[in-house]
């Protein structure tokens, strides 16, 4: 898959799994196991990414003792997944115009 739209579509995914609540990575990362096998330095790599994209922010709260990252969608991020979900009509579209000959003779 070509590094730019596997990228892409990593960043939507981390921006679905904290869409309806503020997260934390482990919490993301499990979230997201049952689609798709992320790790841990891929995964701040995105948040960080998206942070700079202002499509997320973060805040730092106490849990267990300990202090945690929570992040939380931001409009932008929000906008981001709508416009991903126009994109991925149009390569649906693509997809079936360079399949069509298999379907048709399937």
Same mark, same amino acid.
């Given at each position: 898959? $070509? %590094?730019q739209l596997k990228r892409g /579509? /990593? $960043?939507v995914c981390v921006l679905a799994a904290i869409k309806n609540e503020d997260s934390y990575g482990y919490r993301i990362i499990k979230d997201m196991k049952p689609y798709l096998e992320l790790s841990e330095? =891929?995964?701040y790599t995105i948040l960080k990414r /998206?942070?700079?994209g202002e499509m997320l922010t973060v805040r730092s709260a106490e849990h $267990?003792?300990?202090l945690r990252k929570y992040y939380h969608i931001t409009e932008k991020g929000?906008?981001?997944?709508e416009?991903?979900?126009? $994109?991925?009509r149009e390569i649906v579209s693509i997809y079936r115009f %360079? =399949?069509?000959e298999e379907q048709e003779n399937g």
């Open positions: 898959m $070509d %590094v /579509l /990593l $960043d330095s =891929t995964l /998206l942070e700079l $267990d003792g300990r929000l906008r981001r997944i416009e991903f979900k126009d $994109d991925w %360079v =399949t069509k």
